[in-house]
């Protein structure tokens, strides 16, 4: 059976004062159904760890660089977050593939990276509103799955994680059809050794209020949120739906 993942991306928020944040999350869900993992930024991966250590919450990174270690000002490696107490890293978010230009080549060699430091690669994926108005998404999707997901991906060490750009921080989400086709189609477009294990989770203006909608689903396995993972009540009801959907 696959575990449901409630997944937080906290982005480039957050000050040692949101901790308290995550550590309400974790006292309003002692025993979890499904597993919850806030990705705080970098500068909070240790402490937020640290302050989560006798908890079921896990952390993760939102991003890591290719290599282990280098000549690279201002990176971080898999293996750094996984010594600063990360079980999970996110890769090729469509806010570092716009900002950063990161193609699926690259976010493949960060997963890879990630598996190599025993982390799990959440990798993202999703069409912009001009493919989708354009009828492309499923060919959008299916050539990001085979160009982001590394030799080496199994059901265990990957989370495949569904995001439309246009619906990320806009309060938009595509209708529950849409999302469910995706993710059909994206189950269908796994490798054989992947295809019934691996998590496929829904990111984009997932809120409190349309939680229970989206978790009820065929093939949703979890949200990767942002804005609503910020606040430990908002959160909150979104793991209690997640939670409810598993049953
Ligand atoms: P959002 O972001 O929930 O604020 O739309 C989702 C994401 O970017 O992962």
Not at 177 to 191: C, D, Q, S, T
Request: aromatic share 2%; net charge negative.
């Amino acid at each position: 059976m696959r575990r449901k993942l409630a997944a937080g991306n906290w982005k480039m928020h957050g000050l040692a004062a949101d901790l308290a944040e995550a550590e309400a999350l974790a006292e309003a869900h002692p025993s979890p159904g499904c597993e919850v993992l806030l990705c705080p930024p970098a500068t909070l991966v240790g402490r937020m760890s640290a302050a989560l250590q006798r908890t079921p919450v896990v952390v993760g990174g939102q991003d890591c660089h290719a290599e282990e270690s280098g000549a690279h000002t201002g990176d971080v490696s898999a293996a750094m977050l996984a010594d600063a107490g990360a079980s999970h890293v996110i890769v090729g978010h469509s806010e570092r593939r716009t900002d950063h230009g990161e193609t699926d080549a690259q976010v493949a060699a960060k997963a890879a990276a990630a598996h190599r430091a025993g982390l799990v690669a959440i990798i993202c994926l999703g069409e912009t509103e001009a493919e989708r108005d354009g009828g492309e998404t499923l060919d959008v999707v299916a050539r990001q799955l085979a160009g982001a997901l590394p030799a080496g991906a199994t059901a265990e060490n990957t989370v495949i994680a569904y995001e439309p750009v246009w619906a990320i921080g806009t309060g938009r989400t595509p209708t529950e059809a849409e999302i469910a086709e995706v993710h059909a189609a994206l189950r269908a477009g796994l490798p054989e050794h992947m295809a019934a294990g691996t998590r496929l989770i829904y990111g984009g203006s997932v809120k409190p209020a349309n939680a229970a909608a989206i978790f009820a689903l065929p093939e949703v396995d979890g949200a990767l949120v942002g804005g609503a993972s910020l606040k430990a009540a908002d959160f909150s009801a979104i793991v209690a739906a997640l939670d409810a959907a598993a049953g």
